[in-house]
């Protein structure tokens, strides 16, 4: 259900994944990298020092790996960028990407929002789950689910396959909250398509 690789053929023990199809929110997840190295130093360089060129790139890299694996979006009905806060300093990071994924898909072969228009956007600040414990980031995931709003027709979500666009893909705690609202609002599917796959350990 993810596109990461486990070593040594142990099993992947992320809490999350492992919950039986009926109680996980999304069905799979992908990432176009693992979060090290160089990736995890540009992520960190939008993210935190809001080098808005990164989005950019970011964008392009979304696109181009949507380009390349054309059978797992071919019955995408929607691209949802995980929203930040407008407030967020010193940029609103997923929405500068998705942003850029737009303009760079130039055929207009996939189903993104339109550059300013989020279809899913956050209405107040929550507590950031970086560096938290599991249980602080399963707490900070669902208080940030209650903060999303759908600014599009809400038939929009119903039956469709969404795919949440998000920069890193730690515990699966916050795709599971948002993938959870999701269904409760009539999607028949929620994946997630990250920059980056942090390597579970348990």
Same mark, same amino acid.
Request: charged fraction near 25%; hydrophobic fraction near 40%.
């Given at each position: 259900?993810?596109?990461?690789? #486990? ?40 993210? *935190? ?17 949507? =380009?390349?694996?054309? =059978? +797992?979006?071919?019955?995408? @009905? ?23 994924? *737009? ?10 929002? =339109?550059?300013?228009?989020? +279809? ?15 249980? =602080?980031?399963? *707490? ?12 599009? @027709? ?27 609202? +999701?269904?409760? *609002? ?11 796959? #942090?390597?579970?350990?348990?």
């Amino acid at each position: 259900m993810c596109s990461q690789t #486990v070593l040594d053929g142990r099993a992947c023990t992320n809490k999350v994944c492992a919950l039986p199809v009926s109680q996980r929110g999304f069905t799979r997840v992908d990432a176009v990298a693992m979060f090290s190295g160089a990736l995890r130093d540009k992520i960190h360089r939008l993210k *935190y020092d809001g080098k808005t060129g990164w989005a950019l790139i970011f964008g392009r890299l979304l696109v181009g790996w949507m =380009e390349t694996h054309p =059978e +797992l979006m071919a019955d995408v @009905d929607l691209v949802v960028g995980n929203p930040s806060h407008p407030r967020r300093t010193p940029v609103q990071h997923i929405e500068a990407i998705m942003d850029a994924a *737009y303009t760079e898909d130039v055929r207009r072969q996939f189903p993104l929002s =339109e550059p300013g228009a989020p +279809l899913l956007i956050k209405t107040a600040e929550t507590p950031r789950s970086a560096t938290r414990t599991l249980d =602080e980031k399963r *707490y900070a995931a669902a208080v940030h689910a209650r903060t999303l709003r759908w600014t599009a @027709d809400p038939d929009m979500i119903k039956g469709s396959t969404i795919v949440i666009v998000d920069d890193v893909f730690t515990s699966g705690t916050q795709l599971q909250q948002i993938a959870l609202l +999701l269904r409760a *609002y009539g999607a028949a599917e929620v994946r997630g398509l990250v920059l980056a796959r #942090v390597p579970w350990s348990g």
